[in-house]
Nanobody
């Protein structure tokens, strides 16, 4: 599965962005798609994820501000980011985990930069 992200950019504090991640290839359940982010000098952390069944999970730091969603017909996952803060600045990576194998099959996108600054 190949993942291609888009939608990053520069936004002022309090602004919004929507990230998109288009998956190509065969997708098999059970699976999870998610967004991770990595700031300079820090580890890559989970931001939000969604299972094939629609169960969502969010990092505490983004709850109430970010929303993950999918368009299954387009094999696309979105991350709507509202009320952005400077600390949200990072490279955001799309992730796909397929649990039909052990260990799970994992694919990453190339990343998209999000910069929150005035």
């Amino acid at each position: 599965v190949q993942l291609v992200e888009s939608g990053g950019g520069l936004v002022q504090p309090g602004g919004s962005l929507r990230l998109s991640c288009a998956a190509s290839g065969s997708i098999f359940s059970p699976y999870t798609m998610g967004w991770y982010r990595q700031a300079p000098g820090k580890q890559r952390d989970l931001v939000a994820s969604i299972t094939g069944g629609g169960r969502m999970n969010y990092a505490d730091s983004v709850k109430g501000r970010f929303t993950i969603s999918t368009d299954n017909a387009k094999n696309t996952v979105y991350l709507q980011m509202n009320s952005l803060k400077p600390e949200d600045t990072a490279v955001y990576y799309c992730n796909y985990r397929q649990y039909t194998t052990n260990p799970p099959y994992i694919s990453w996108g190339q990343g998209t930069q999000v910069t929150v600054s005035s």
